[in-house]
């Protein structure tokens, strides 16, 4: 995994003169086994290769770190009850947000992303940015008073396109979002990241799922943005720019004609995002001032993506048509997609998903139709039933999956916590003094 976007560090102790742990690789391999779920001694011999005494040795040396404690009992086949070993959850926390177009959620989590907080609000779709930052700050700052142990980083969700664009101003001039980047990190110092929502979900969504099913999964968020989140060996892929999985901009054939908001003609969004669908819609009300969608969409407020759904019920072949047009755009990028990538599992969230059965009939068939037999043959797709706190779940997975990957986590754990990097005096002392 690759390195985060910025670290910086408030708290700097005392340096050891010498490495504490004798043995780093073999103790990081120990505590990558445990740190994806607790895992017994016998099953971290097998996993790490490593002997029974030095599997025990490694153990001893993360408990002293703090970082590892023992876990449940394992009910055994016979003999002695296997104890596990897992993540020490109350080593330290994470603070959390996702940041939407129209909604805002926050939240703080131990090591194992379990919640201790969380807050969801709805925020004006048009607001000004600065409103919704200073509001997130004031909720991390709420966050922040409320808890004891040190604070080991922070993740920040928000829709890919935005992601995106963050990324590409790195090193480059200062845009607004890496302003917003660098006060999270003065205010906090600690590392922090920021991700695609679909990124942080998926996550959040392989760990709720069981054992062939989460390691090689695609996580599809179908919204006003159509974004896709590959994971591949249990790891989220990101891409060189960490702009990996912009499906909606993958071109949807000739029939599709719109401009899109990226500056190409013809992207998946164009036919299937959730804009696509109300414009589509509304002109339908129009041409046809008797069915159901001109009658819902005359109850004032414009009409919206269940509205569509609703219609699409009570018999309104023109609804009924776009969530089906929309859904065999969808299907169709998908098989291209499954044939890269082989999944195991392919997960459709988000509103336009939430529409119900007749898109995902129509993209689940799109899909069966273009992709390869082999592909499909034990391939299942699911409709996500996660709520946004799982997005908050995975944000938090995603940080502390972040803080343990090598090469990153060997800068830390001879002083037992990342809020301890070393990197991260060396950007506290260049951003200064936080704001
Ligand atoms: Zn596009």
Redesign the pocket.
């Known amino acids: 995994m690759d390195s985060p976007v910025v670290i910086a560090s408030g708290r700097p102790k005392p340096r050891p003169d010498r490495p504490v742990l004798a043995d780093r690789p073999g103790v990081l391999a120990v505590l990558d086994v445990v740190r994806r779920g607790d895992a017994t001694r016998q099953e971290i011999e097998i996993a790490t290769g490593l002997g029974r005494s030095a599997v025990t040795e490694r153990v001893r040396a993360l408990e002293r770190l703090g970082l590892v404690e023992k876990g449940e009992a394992r009910v055994s086949s016979g003999g002695r009850t296997p104890r596990t070993i897992g993540l020490r959850a109350d080593a330290g926390c994470i603070l959390v947000a996702s940041v939407e177009r129209s909604a805002l959620g926050v939240g703080l989590a131990d090591l194992r992303g379990r919640l201790r907080f969380e807050h969801h609000e709805a925020v004006d779709p048009v607001r000004d940015p600065e409103v919704v930052t200073r509001r997130l700050l004031a909720l991390f700052d709420w966050a922040d008073e409320q808890q004891e142990r040190p604070l080991w980083g922070v993740g920040l969700g928000m829709p890919a396109s935005v992601a995106s664009r963050l990324e590409r101003g790195k090193g480059g001039g200062a845009s607004a979002l890496e302003a917003v980047h660098d006060r999270l990190l003065g205010r906090y110092r600690a590392p922090v990241f920021l991700r695609s929502t679909a990124q942080m979900a998926a996550l959040g969504q392989a760990a709720q799922l069981g054992g062939g099913l989460r390691d090689e999964l695609v996580y599809v968020e179908l919204r006003r943005e159509i974004t896709a989140s590959v994971v591949t060996g249990g790891r989220v892929q990101r891409g060189a720019l960490g702009a990996a999985g912009?499906l909606?901009?993958l071109y949807a054939g000739e029939s599709a004609v719109g401009r899109?908001?990226?500056?190409?003609v013809?992207?998946?969004?164009?036919v299937a995002g959730a804009d696509a669908l109300l414009a589509a819609a509304a002109q339908a009300a129009q041409a046809h001032p008797c069915g159901h969608l001109a009658r819902l969409g005359a109850r004032g407020g414009g009409l919206d993506l269940p509205d569509i759904a609703l219609a699409a019920q009570l018999g309104d072949g023109a609804a009924a048509a776009i969530l089906a047009q929309a859904g065999r755009a969808i299907g169709t990028a998908l098989a291209a997609l499954a044939n890269a990538v082989n999944p195991a599992t392919i997960v459709l969230a988000g509103e336009v998903a939430e529409t119900g059965e007749i898109l995902l009939a129509a993209t689940r068939e799109a899909l069966y139709r273009h992709a390869h037999p082999l592909v499909t043959r034990d391939l299942t797709i699911i409709r996500s039933v996660m709520s946004r706190s799982a997005e908050l779940f995975g944000a938090a997975l995603t940080v502390v999956g972040e803080l343990m990957a090598p090469p990153f986590i060997g800068s830390w754990i001879d002083r037992g916590s990342p809020a301890d990097h070393p990197e991260m005096l060396a950007l506290l002392a260049e951003l200064g003094s936080a704001p």
């Open positions: 912009l909606g901009h899109c908001r990226c500056g190409n013809g992207c998946l969004e164009t």
